[in-house]
């Protein structure tokens, strides 16, 4: 179904093309505006399309910059998009081809070409990189889309079939690889991770018992035996993993027993008895002895008792736990943990609870201290019929949340919180000397209250800085600042200082919210849009430009010292009215010396007008000078009333 787009189409496409509608050059756009000005440097033609490759209409795009939410592209014309994916991860494809073909011609291959779909199949399935080699041309195919074992053993044999020699490269999404590791005792997957500007392309070796460690490209290199990784090395018998030996598939040997002689076939005689020896794994050769200790994967049955054991400790100490630090607790990868993964584990001790006790899994924290986002689900199964809409989930979730901590109480705890909150009670001493070990209350130390209530301080600040880091560009000023105020509260109920890493995290926030706080408002950008547009539509009858130091002295002092962002909100305020046919009054305001302003070819794109190349953007602003000198006519009509702003 294809998806509509306007005029001011905000979809967040983060990635692109450059060069035109069916190049393979992908470019990926930082959201963080910090960044958007090094990325326009890298790309001064702002030539930026969404490119059939990227299963896009082709038509041009233009980078936005925002600082209250993420940069994105969007496109210019309006027009009809089928468009599907345009996260970050949208042109991966494009990158892991263009990345592998600088590689092997790095290494002096020949005849080197990359195919990002073959006919009959659909983009983003899988990605084709042929060279030539000595022997004959050979193929590396990188597997992105998910397929089952018969289309990938048949998809084998035809490349087998027509090429000298074919590898199978296994994207993040792929699981065949577990295929590819059964055959040939290790698996080479593929992914891609922003850094800076870019999507840079990684290498990592999946084989049992070991986690998967990503490198570079640049740090593998291509033999004839195929794509040879830090983690593999190079033998005779071709590429292992490296401090392991590979042996060949075990084969079960039956001695055959003889013919049997025609004279006994005719008597029915029975032959004699032969023994067939069975050659196993340790007659025939000594078994593989692993170089590095094999750590055995946990069952789903361990890690639902590790979950169960850590929601009840967190209930106790009546805190609240992430799902990183869940998942951290009972030894397996987050990354693994689908949201039907995660309900496919808690179901199991949920079920099991009495009636009246609470819901464990309400202690798993979401965004912020939202539920979990597989709780919904987890709850349906468990028939819960209660909770219909989000409303009801964190209201469910409060009371759950409160019925745990109150269930589950840990002694220590609780004798803290007396002493710490009630006047010391008249100590009773025993009748009997044989009644006091056991009437007597334990000491509390105070490596136990820093357990208790450290640990759900920690957690709650972790959990509040990741949501910042997320979701913190698009929340207004007010959201932002009640979320520091939430985290210095959770910040003074330690008891240990945060770690440098977690107060450089706090540091940088606070820093962000205080440079929002004094810049100016969006009413206050409107209210200096109001009176520049009057100032420079006089200036317009003589085409004379005016430099922002002028514009302050005539209009108000702050104007020079704005902020170069907010700077074009002004004047993209100013030519929001203007016609699409006419000039910008933004033409008008110049740097020193009658020179185009820097701003100048930032408030063109954000207009959606046409941006000049860097060496032709002083001829082209001079010529929109020249035309306000020719146009007497009115450009726009004022309807709202000038209004001084008021900081």
Not at 280 to 292: I, N, Y
Not at 471 to 476: A, F, N, S, V
Not at 535 to 558: F, H, N, Q, V
Request: hydrophobic share 35%; aromatic share 6%; charged share 25%.
């Amino acid at each position: 179904m294809s998806i509509p787009v306007d005029e001011e189409d905000t979809r967040k496409v983060q990635t692109a093309v450059a060069g035109g509608p069916g190049a393979d050059r992908p470019v990926y756009l930082p959201m963080d505006a910090v960044e958007f000005d090094r990325f326009i440097g890298l790309h001064p033609s702002r030539d930026f399309y969404c490119g059939s490759l990227l299963g896009g209409c082709g038509k041009k795009l233009s980078a936005r910059k925002y600082r209250d939410k993420k940069c994105h592209f969007a496109h210019v014309a309006s027009g009809h998009c089928r468009r599907t994916s345009t996260n970050e991860a949208s042109a991966d494809h494009l990158y892991i081809g263009q990345a592998f073909v600088a590689w092997l011609k790095e290494q002096k291959y020949k005849s080197v070409q990359v195919h990002y779909k073959r006919k009959g199949q659909s983009l983003r399935e899988f990605v084709d990189v042929s060279y030539g080699r000595g022997h004959g041309p050979h193929l590396m195919r990188v597997q992105l889309a998910r397929r089952s074992k018969s289309e990938w053993e048949q998809a084998d044999a035809h490349l087998q079939g027509q090429w000298a020699g074919s590898e199978w490269l296994f994207g993040p999404d792929s699981l065949l690889a577990n295929w590819q590791v059964d055959r040939q005792g290790y698996a080479v997957r593929i992914q891609c991770r922003s850094l800076g500007l870019t999507r840079v392309v990684e290498v990592g070796v999946q084989y049992p018992g070991a986690p998967i460690e990503w490198v570079p490209l640049s740090k593998c290199r291509m033999t004839t035996h195929g794509l040879l990784a830090p983690a593999l090395e190079l033998t005779s018998k071709g590429l292992v993993p490296r401090g392991q030996q590979v042996l060949p598939p075990t084969r079960h040997v039956v001695q055959t027993p003889p013919t049997v002689p025609q004279q006994a076939r005719r008597s029915g005689s029975r032959p004699p008895a032969i023994s067939a020896p069975v050659v196993t794994p340790s007659a025939a050769e000594p078994a593989r002895q692993p170089s590095r200790p094999v750590t055995p994967r946990p069952t789903d049955r361990e890690i639902s008792a590790a979950f169960h054991k850590a929601l009840r400790e967190t209930a106790r100490s009546r805190g609240l736990v992430s799902m990183q630090s869940l998942a951290e607790r009972a030894k397996v990868p987050l990354a693994s943990l689908t949201p039907a993964r995660w309900t496919e584990l808690l179901r199991p001790f949920e079920l099991q609870r009495k009636k009246g006790d609470p819901v464990l899994s309400a202690l798993i924290l979401g965004e912020g201290e939202d539920p979990a986002p597989f709780l919904g689900e987890l709850l349906r199964q468990l028939n819960w019929t209660s909770v219909r809409n989000e409303q009801d989930l964190k209201e469910f979730c409060r009371r759950h949340r409160a019925l745990a901590h109150s269930t589950y109480v840990d002694p220590s705890v609780s004798a803290v919180r007396t002493v710490a909150s009630e006047p010391a009670p008249k100590r009773e001493f025993p009748k009997s000397s044989y009644e006091a070990p056991n009437q007597l209350p334990g000491p509390v130390s105070l490596e136990q209250l820093q357990t208790s209530d450290g640990r759900r301080a920690t957690e709650r600040l972790v959990a509040a800085l990741d949501y910042l880091d997320r979701m913190g560009d698009e929340l207004h000023l007010d959201q932002l600042q009640t979320f520091l105020r939430r985290i210095a509260a959770f910040e003074e109920a330690m008891w240990l200082c945060p770690t440098p890493e977690v107060q450089r995290r706090i540091t940088a926030w606070r820093s962000h919210s205080a440079e929002l706080a004094a810049r100016p408002t969006f009413r206050e950008i409107c209210a200096y849009a109001d009176v520049v547009r009057l100032a420079l539509s006089t200036a317009a009858r003589i085409a004379r430009p005016l430099t922002w130091m002028d514009l302050g002295a005539r209009l108000d002092p702050r104007l020079p010292a704005l902020h170069p962002d907010d700077k074009v909100s002004v004047l993209v305020e100013v030519d929001r009215p203007t016609c699409s046919d006419r000039p910008l009054l933004s033409a008008l305001v110049a740097a020193p010396g009658n020179r185009v302003h820097p701003l100048y070819a930032q408030a063109l794109d954000h207009l959606d007008r046409p941006v000049p190349p860097p060496h032709e953007a002083q001829v082209a602003w001079e010529q929109d000078v020249r035309r306000h000198r020719r146009s007497g006519e009115p450009q726009f009509t004022i309807t709202a009333r000038v209004a001084w702003p008021h900081v």
